[in-house]
């Protein structure tokens, strides 16, 4: 009888502990996923490999879908060695980037890299970079953390039609 | 190494050309080809020609620009024989002509790349009143140029005819040089 009685507190005992383990594994799964979901990605694309030149650019919009600002805080992809936000600023018909240190995403709002605008400067290619082929670029945000995106790679021609 | 000159006051509009001589642009001059070879404004003579000034470590405005030309030569069809576009590159240290030659290859209508000494391109952007600066970046991209971005269309007589700015499409860029190519 005494036995009995021990198993079965073994038992409830064990159960619990997998319950408790199960319920934290579900709750971190759901507040990774939900700030995963903060930012969502789309227009994006990344221009093809001009022969002599090792610079390209992507770009992409990025919605906040959150109650809270966001700040995309850096950028980097295994097909350049660095990074860069830079914004274009036309002035009296001459053309200057401006280096950004970082990228503000306010609240349920959206931000557009666009050609001749803000964009994402890939420095220092490692590969070449063909229409019709992706990269992995790596976007980290000060509240949603790092968001990875495949981005398809579009000709110049593509771009300008 | 900064490079100056003066800005030049232009309009971009380009929703009515009138395609008017701007006699105060422009200019013959000498360069160094992608070939390596002179080239003098005088060679495409016969020709109208879209001249721009840009480096080929720019990462946005400079390919956009080329491919929109690319897509305007196709828009023209059979004129687009008679336009010869014209690329001069404000980096002459990193933009070598065998660099040139690499990069405008990407481009189907085979543009002329052109490079000089800084004094050289001084003189020809001064001609053009453009401008463009070299600016240490302080990150890794070392550095870059402000830079104007206006395409100047020259007539088959070598003239200043038009200017197109950032904003226009390769539609507009295409009836504007319809209409040049009309006018003789």
């Known amino acids: ?161 | 190494m900064g490079i100056f000159i003066i800005t030049g006051a232009w309009s971009c509009k380009t929703e009515s050309p009138k395609l008017e001589i701007l006699d105060t642009l422009g200019g013959d001059f000498t360069l160094t080809d992608q070939n390596g070879k002179a080239f003098n404004l005088k060679d495409v003579r016969g020709k109208a020609v879209l001249l721009f000034f840009g480096y080929t470590s720019c990462p946005d405005v400079c390919p956009l620009t080329l491919a929109k030309f690319n897509a305007a030569y196709k828009k023209l069809g059979g004129s687009a024989d008679q336009v010869k576009t014209i690329f001069i590159s404000v980096d002459p240290q990193r933009d070598k002509p065998e660099k040139l030659k690499q990069y405008l290859s990407y481009f189907k209508y085979e543009p002329i790349g052109l490079t000089g000494t800084p004094e050289e391109l001084t003189k020809v952007a001064q001609l053009f009143k453009v401008l463009f600066v070299k600016r240490l970046t302080g990150t890794s991209s070392g550095y870059l140029f402000d830079h104007s971005t206006a395409t100047f269309l020259i007539d088959k007589q070598g003239r200043v005819r038009h200017l197109f700015g950032q904003n226009d499409r390769p539609d507009t860029i295409a009836t504007v040089i319809s209409v040049l190519l009309k006018a003789g």
């Open chain 1, 1 to 161: 009888m005494f036995n009995v009685c021990q198993t079965s507190m073994r038992q409830v005992r064990y159960g619990f502990t997998i319950a408790t383990v199960l319920l934290v594994c579900s709750l971190y799964l759901q507040v990774g996923c939900k700030k995963k979901d903060i930012i969502k990605v789309d227009q994006d694309w990344v221009s093809e490999s001009i022969p002599g030149s090792r610079i390209s650019a992507a770009y992409m919009n990025l919605v906040n879908t959150s109650e809270a600002d966001d700040t995309l805080l850096s950028a980097d992809t295994d097909a350049f060695e660095t990074v860069e936000f830079h914004n274009l600023i036309e002035d009296d018909g001459v053309t200057r980037m401006e280096f950004m240190e970082s990228v503000a995403i306010p609240a349920g709002q959206s931000v557009q890299f666009t050609p001749g605008g803000m964009h994402i400067m890939l420095i220092n290619r490692k590969k070449e970079l063909k229409s019709g082929d992706y990269i992995e670029l790596n976007l980290h945000f000060e509240n949603a953390g790092l968001v990875t995106r495949k981005s398809p790679v579009k000709s110049m021609e593509e771009q300008v039609k």
